[in-house]
């Protein structure tokens, strides 16, 4: 494992999974919502995006995190030598972001995008959510299915799985 996509709905735990994993493998961990987002929530350029990214895949050893534009997600996945696919059921997702959106009004979010207020978009991110579970996650899982020779594929279903994933390779 060191080109890693990881990528699934919000509220996750996306993100602190591969703050463990880099930690673990010593490897460079680089969440898409940070080249996506610019402050206010202003989507980066296509341009500026794309040339980021492709940097990122560039590298010999990555973790990247998140989704971002469609190409971008089957660039990844051409790349990639791992992929872990975070699929928890839709409530757990809709309770984890919930609890991550109040623990962001008193902590901030460290994590996220430098700029952009997590409060602020919680009703869109639930729509997102809503949106990625029912209209993506089908066509994820077949792009995932066309990728898979070759690959490490980790399909983590629930936040048991998520523990034992982690307390297996962090």
């Known amino acids: 494992m060191t080109r890693i996509m990881v990528i699934g709905n919000a509220g996750g735990g996306k993100s602190t999974l591969c703050r463990a994993l880099s930690t673990a493998l010593s490897l460079p961990h680089h969440p898409i919502d940070n080249i996506q987002w610019q402050p206010g929530w202003i989507e980066t350029p296509e341009a500026e995006y794309t040339l980021l990214h492709e940097n990122f895949l560039k590298s010999e050893k990555w973790i990247i995190d998140g989704f971002g534009p469609w190409n971008s ?74 990728h898979k020779n070759g690959r490490g594929i980790f399909h983590i279903k629930s936040p048991r799985e998520l523990a034992k994933f982690q307390k297996k390779y962090c």
């Open 73 to 146: 997600i089957t660039q990844r996945m051409a790349a990639a030598d791992t992929i872990i696919f975070v699929d928890h059921p839709l409530w757990v997702h809709f309770w984890w972001a919930t609890k991550r959106q109040i623990k962001s009004i008193i902590f901030g979010r460290p994590d996220g995008p430098i700029g952009c207020p997590m409060l602020s978009v919680t009703f869109k991110l639930y729509k997102l959510i809503w949106q990625l579970h029912f209209e993506t996650r089908p066509k994820l899982m077949n792009t995932i299915n066309k």
